[in-house]
């Protein structure tokens, strides 16, 4: 069963303009940990945060911020005035740290394809 | 240093081929991952090592044969591939393995098997 859930498949947006990328889990364990991902066109993927289960502190880091609540299992990602480097696909992924079958493997979402243009 | 490096970035194989792809990271990181990705979709766990040795084999073909010579290396012994096996395979490493590391990537290879 698919346990993260990224509803857009893409968001096309114009330079300098906000965007927002949906992420929902779905877990048992109380102790997990999510974390989102960019991949530009070269094809490697970039760490971008972690947040623990316990921790639903909004962070932000530059033109990047992240709303995390627990209440409705999502950790969203917004980008703020987009450039177009930020072209890329952003995979959330959820990693759990109590079940057998599960720990040690990062369980992405299907990912979302962010295309800014000038 | 905080790269994962990968060789080749390309690889153009038949199926009766006998090709390798190798991972290096000397971050001191003791997990070590092998994921393929196919076009428009996310990541697929393969196989993970941690302190050299294999940890999880998520039902891989044995056409795919991983081999972990040491802590920083780590190989993907590809035979008798099949077409529908192109694609991007990614290397990763991580501290230990924890669920709550993050893991480091590397540039992938992309696989053409004609």
């Known amino acids: 069963a698919q346990k993260v859930t990224q509803a857009q498949t893409e968001i096309s947006v114009v330079e300098k303009e906000d965007v927002t990328l949906d992420c929902v889990y779905e877990?048992?364990?109380?102790?997990?940990?999510l974390f989102w991902y960019k991949q530009p066109p070269s094809g490697e993927l970039v760490f971008l945060i972690r947040?623990?289960?316990?921790?639903?502190q909004n962070e932000i880091s530059g033109r990047y911020s992240w709303n995390f609540q627990k209440s409705t299992s999502s950790f969203n990602f917004t980008i703020t005035a987009s450039q177009v480097v930020d072209s890329a696909v952003y995979f959330c992924?959820?990693?759990?740290?109590?079940?057998?079958?599960?720990?040690?493997?990062?369980?992405f979402g299907a990912g979302t394809q962010v295309v800014v243009t000038p | 240093d905080t790269e994962v490096t990968q060789t080749p970035k390309h690889l153009v194989m038949g199926m009766t081929n006998k090709k390798s792809l190798k991972c290096e990271q000397h971050?001191?990181?003791?997990?070590m991952y092998w994921y393929k990705q196919k076009a428009k979709k996310p990541p697929e766990l393969m196989f993970v090592?941690?302190?050299?040795?294999?940890?999880i084999n998520e039902s891989v073909p044995s056409r795919f044969s991983p081999e972990c010579p040491n802590s920083s290396l780590l190989n993907l012994h590809l035979h008798a591939l099949q077409p529908e096996d192109s694609a991007l395979y990614l290397c990763?490493?991580?501290?230990?393995?924890?669920?709550?590391?993050?893991?480091?990537f590397g540039p992938g290879t992309r696989l053409t098997v004609l």
């Open positions: 990763a490493s991580s501290p230990d393995g924890e669920a709550y590391n993050e893991q480091f």
């Open positions: 877990t048992r364990d109380t102790t997990y940990y």
């Open positions: 947040r623990n289960s316990f921790d639903e």
């Open positions: 992924a959820l990693s759990e740290a109590e079940g057998t079958d599960s720990w040690g493997k990062l369980q």
């Open positions: 971050m001191g990181h003791r997990a």
């Open positions: 090592y941690s302190y050299e040795k294999l940890s």
